[in-house]
C-alpha cells in the first residue's frame, strides 16, 4: 500500500495497488473519510477543487461533489463534438440514450452525426432544433459533413 502526502490540510492518499484503489485519511488521527475510489482517479487534483476542508465534508456530499469534479474534467478534455453530444446525451429521450451509446463507443462521434444527420434529411429538423437548440445540431451537422 502506497500513502501520498499531500501536506494540505492534514489529508493523504492511500493505494492499494493490488486491489486498484484508493481512499483518503486523516493523518492526524489516522481515520479513512469519504468513499473508495479506483486507482485511475486522481485525487490530488480533485481535492485541490474541492471548495473546503474534505474532512469536514459527509461521504454522501463527497461523492456528489466528486461527481461535479469529474463532470468539469470530463467537458474540459470534450471535443465540439462531444460536448454537444453530451448535451443531447442528458435528455431522457431514444436520442439521448443514442448519445450516451455513442460517447461510450469507439466510432461514436461519427455514427451519431450521421444518425442525426439522416433524421435531419428525414424531415425531423423542427423538433430537433427545438429539442436540442441550434447550436448543437448544427455543430453534429458539420461534424458529419467533414466525415
Known sequence: MNSKNLNKMAVEILTDKESGQQVMICNTTMTPFGVVYNDDVDL?????WLPRDPRTISSHDLAVFFNEWQEEVEAESDTEIRKAIRSISKNDTII??????ALESENGEADFAKYIADQ??????????????FETINTILKFNEEK
Open 44 to 48: 490530488t487534483e480533485f481535492l485541490e
Open 120 to 133: 435531419y434529411d428525414q424531415g425531423n429538423a423542427a423538433s430537433l432544433v427545438a429539442a436540442h437548440g
Open 96 to 101: 439521448g440514450s443514442i448519445a450516451v451509446d
